[in-house]
């Protein structure tokens, strides 16, 4: 412990709100991914400058600091290494101002998602990207990773949403990058600090757009023989000119365990169901649903079941959202993946991540936002098996490579953070990288903002140097 | 022309300014001027994302997508590269969302002459920092732009301009559900629906509006930013983009200064990707 730095930290916030007991310290040691941390010191700013207070104080004795949302990131993003300081925005909650007619509000970080959607729900306006996190992770967090939803498949993703915020800078200042007008002058700043993962300083105000809640909404259920099936529908809805709000798919493990859980008359026969919702006003809507049924029924789908009224379409939506719940009585541990393919590579891809992890002897179930072609393979697993974790990571490693070879990229939405810093490579060549760094070293030259994310380590590059040519795209 | 002879054509010293077909302001004067690689590589409809040189003509894509009933928020007139470095959205902005949104992945080269790959290939990724978003909008100031992967929309199966009188224009606004365009000059506006036939009809029915044609011409004093709930206020000749902000205005416009931090930190990007200020000297971004 850097008691030097805790004086610091007790004088400019108040002894309460700085925390140096080893059960906190355990609780922020790390996120909701599977990497081990060390925190040196959490604290509990509730304003603007007692961020600025926080980050000054860290800098000053030369300590790494890591700002905090909900702590549900699954790439290590908030977890902190080195003893750093955790800078937990938790206490930075409220709704400072709605423009319910221009639809943008300006919030504090650590709003939590689905508390800012019902806020404005009394405008008849929503926060579009609704990761399935929602009810427990921050505007901040979703702004750090650029988080999405399957709701994000017409909206566009956190970034599209985001139209300014207020930073501190590890320098100590204070900058509002972007702003309520739509071309603010200058470079994009503020399209460039989302997606930093914390790395390029902290958001303490987030100005978000606010999306009109849809006049009609449809959901239907269908399911298929074959998970090609399914996959093939997603690409020929999209061809057909249609963007549905969400596309999601469950393979038959996914909906055995979801049934078993939550009773909801799910085919556990099928190998793949989809799940299509379309918004917007009806009559557009009644002619996309009757194009989905048409397109799903030519690629062989069993049943199509349309939510009759809104408790259904809720049992639907319940049944995709608590996967996560359901997987939990199958085995005790998961580890969730996050790659994107081109739609069309989906079944190609599907069948590899089948057959590696049929080699490495693991449980698979796939839920995933397939109108992107987001792949969240997740691997579920009892960590006291001696031997397993090794075979996780193999598969994980396997199942990133397999998707990146396809055309695809390394994260769709949980961001790189330390998880998938060392696969950047395959992504990436080296001057792509030293312009990715040079974004960081402008907005960060102290270095102390997250350090070790993201960018890999010249010496971790080696690693995956024998990628094959065709992989980078 | 390929994008090794195009970085070759940049090199990596002496002053070098870029230009696509001078539509949106034309390169540096008195410095040598290059060309980006024109032409579309690939349309993948189903995908939908299209790749195209940077020199490529917006008018070309978007009539290459029309085939596939697609189609591009880029505003009309000269060449991708252009539009996607000044960065501006035309007046469906509203419905179609900023030009940022656009660009997917790049591949410019840099100050040091070198090829480098912003983004990547698919609609959704966050994989590594958002290059993309700081390019769109830098006006070739920290790298020409080469070659472009770009996210497509499907068109409309009708699309109408409507109009009605209107002295208060969120009046109107607010009725409307996901309009494409709303503008307004003070007495009159000016409504672009986009949907199913029927939706169209009735949204306009429910909003008091009546089939007219658009957009208005715009004044070209000066294109303002400003929050978008100023605009009511707004006086003299102009056009405001109701929801947006966007307002063309007779009269010249002196722009508010800016946050100062602000502009060091844009500043200190400039110093990161190009020292000596060689990609189009002198240009103020
Ligand atoms: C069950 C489950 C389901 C999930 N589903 C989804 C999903 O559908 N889609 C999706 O995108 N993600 C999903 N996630 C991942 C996670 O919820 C998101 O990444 C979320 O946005 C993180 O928010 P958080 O507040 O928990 O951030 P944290 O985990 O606390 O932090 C995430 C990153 O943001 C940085 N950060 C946090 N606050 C700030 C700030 N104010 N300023 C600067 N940087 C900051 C941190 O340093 C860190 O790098 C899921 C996670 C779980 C556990």
């Known amino acids: 412990m850097n008691a030097a730095l805790v004086a610091d930290l007790t004088a400019a916030l108040s002894a309460d709100r700085v925390r140096t007991g080893t059960t906190e310290l355990g609780l922020y040691g ?32 030369g300590v790494p600091f890591v700002a905090r949302g909900s702590g549900t990131g699954l790439a290590g993003g908030a977890t902190p290494l080195d003893h750093a300081l955790v800078i937990a925005l938790t206490k930075m909650d409220a709704v400072l101002s709605v423009d319910p007619v221009n639809r943008f509000a300006w919030v504090e970080p650590g709003v939590l998602n689905l508390d800012l959607t019902r806020q404005v729900t009394k405008y008849g306006l929503h926060f579009a990207p609704d990761p399935s996190s929602q009810q427990s992770c921050s505007i901040g967090g979703n702004v750090a990773n650029n988080s999405g939803g399957p709701h994000c498949l017409s909206d566009g993703v956190t970034a599209s949403h985001v139209l300014a915020m207020e930073v501190v800078l590890s320098d100590g200042s204070v900058v509002v990058l972007g702003g309520d007008e739509p071309e603010p002058a200058g470079l994009d700043l503020r399209g460039a600090f989302v997606g930093s993962e914390g790395m390029f300083g902290i958001a303490t105000k987030v100005c978000v757009r606010l999306t009109q809640n849809a006049p009609a909404v449809r959901t239907m259920l269908m399911d298929f023989e074959t998970v090609e099936a399914g996959a093939q529908t997603v690409s020929a809805i999209i061809a057909a000119g249609m963007v549905p709000a969400a596309l999601e798919m469950m393979d038959q493990l996914c909906v055995q365990a979801v049934e078993a859980y939550i009773h909801a008359g799910l085919p556990v026969d099928a190998a793949a169901v989809l799940l299509v919702e379309v918004a917007g006003l009806p009559h557009g809507l009644e002619a996309d649903v009757a194009r989905i049924v048409e397109i799903g029924m030519a690629h062989g789908a069993g049943t199509v079941r349309i939510a009759q009224d809104e408790a259904e379409r809720a049992l639907l939506w319940k049944g995709r959202k608590t996967a996560f719940g359901a997987i939990a009585r199958i085995k005790p541990n998961y580890y969730l993946h996050d790659t994107v393919v081109p739609r069309r590579m989906l079944p190609e891809v599907l069948r590899q991540v089948y057959a590696i992890c049929r080699r490495h002897d693991l449980l698979v179930m796939n839920v ?14 009892d960590k006291r098996e001696p031997g397993v974790m090794e075979r996780v990571h193999a598969a994980g490693e396997e199942i990133v490579r397999a998707s990146v070879a396809a055309g695809g990229v390394l994260s769709g939405e949980h961001g790189i953070g330390i998880e998938k810093r060392d696969f950047m490579p395959l992504m990436f060549g080296p001057a792509d990288l030293a312009a990715q760094a040079a974004m960081r070293a402008a907005f960060d030259p102290s270095g102390l903002a997250n350090p070790f994310k993201v960018l890999p380590s010249p010496g971790a590059c080696g690693d995956v140097q024998h990628v094959p040519a065709g992989a980078w795209v | 022309m390929d994008l090794t002879e195009f970085a070759a054509a940049v090199g990596g010293e002496g002053p070098v300014t870029i230009s ?38 917006v008018d070309e894509l978007v009539a290459a997508l029309a085939a596939h009933h697609q189609t591009v928020a880029l505003p009309a007139g000269g060449t991708v ?42 609609v959704k990724n966050v994989s590594g920092f958002d290059l993309c978003r700081l390019l769109v909008g830098s006006r070739g100031t920290l790298g020409f732009l080469g070659d472009v992967i770009l996210r497509t929309r499907p068109l409309p199966q009708t699309s109408q301009w409507f109009t009605c009188s209107a002295g208060d224009p ?12 709303v503008l307004w000059n003070g007495s009159q506006l000016w409504a672009l629906l986009e949907g199913h036939p029927r939706d169209v009809a009735e949204q306009a029915a429910a909003a008091g509006l009546r089939a007219g044609s658009g957009p208005p011409a715009l004044p070209v004093g000066s294109r303002r930013s400003v929050a978008p709930s100023t605009i009511a206020s707004l006086t003299g000749d102009f056009v405001a983009e109701v929801g947006v902000g966007i307002v063309h205005h007779v009269d010249p416009w002196l722009r508010p200064v ?9 500043i200190a990007i400039r110093d990161q990707f190009d020292p000596g200020r060689r990609l189009n000297p002198g240009l103020d971004v």
């Open chain 2, 258 to 266: 800016g946050d100062d931090r602000a502009a060091t930190l844009a």
């Open chain 1, 30 to 61: 790390r996120d909701a991914s599977n990497f081990p941390g060390s925190a040196g010191v959490v604290c509990f700013p509730l304003t603007t400058a007692e961020v600025q207070a926080a980050v000054v104080a860290a800098v000053r004795h």
């Open chain 2, 81 to 122: 590269g252009g539009a996607l470095s000044v960065g501006h959205g035309d007046v469906r902005r509203l419905g179609y969302g900023p030009v940022r949104d656009v660009l997917l992945q790049a591949r410019y080269v840099s100050a040091a002459g070198e090829l480098v790959k912003a983004g990547g290939p698919t």
């Open chain 2, 170 to 181: 969120f009046d109107v606004f607010t009725k409307l559900y996901k309009p494409i365009s």
């Open chain 2, 20 to 57: 696509g077909l001078g539509t949106r302001g034309g390169p540096v004067a008195g410095v040598r001027c290059v060309h980006a690689p024109a032409g579309i590589e690939w349309v993948q409809a189903d995908e939908m994302i299209v790749s195209c040189g940077a020199g490529t003509r």
């Open chain 1, 368 to 381: 995933f936002h397939a109108g992107d072609g987001n792949l969240h393979p997740l691997l579920v697993f």
